[in-house]
């Protein structure tokens, strides 16, 4: 019985996290890059040339909580932008990473591989499921 209101007590607790719905896109791209990947409806799609073949990973449970927890960590109020660019001179290819969070869309310019602090392991784990896309 103790187990019993122990194990409710546990999951009403989680249940009153608040969870954000989201959609996300991000493009980084160069005259010889290109990368879009795309999430929605727990899918995640890859494009790696322009005009090229899309490819989808529906993703795992596992992989859905990961993304929300990191996710849930943005302020996006607070997204700080460098003002140094090194896609300017070709140093990096330009990213832009588009949020649209429940009402509201948060758009976002930086080079590729090099995101604002506060959007870093969100981007970084997207990057890396990207590359298990088949």
């Known amino acids: 019985m103790k187990t019993l209101i122990g194990s409710l007590l ?8 608040q969870e954000r719905d989201f959609e996300f896109d991000y493009v980084a791209q160069t005259r010889g890059f290109y990368l879009a990947i795309s999430i929605g409806n727990n899918v995640l799609s890859v494009v790696e040339q322009r005009g090229g073949k899309e490819r989808e990973l529906n993703l795992s449970e596992v992989q859905q ?19 140094e660019s090194k ?30 602090k506060e959007l870093e ?14």
Do not use: R, W
Not at 10 to 17: K, W
Not at 65 to 83: G, R, Y
Not at 93 to 109: C, I, K, L
């Open 87 to 116: 896609s300017s001179y070709d140093a990096a290819p330009m990213a832009t990473a588009s949020f649209v969070v429940e009402e509201s869309q948060y758009d976002y310019d930086f080079d590729h591989g090099y995101p604002p």
């Open 65 to 83: 909580t990961e993304l929300t927890a990191i996710f849930n960590q943005i302020d996006f109020e607070n997204v700080v932008l460098s003002n």
């Open 121 to 134: 392991a969100f981007i970084s784990k997207i990057l890396t499921l990207s590359q298990i896309v088949e």
């Open 10 to 17: 546990f999951m009403l607790s989680f249940s009153n996290c």
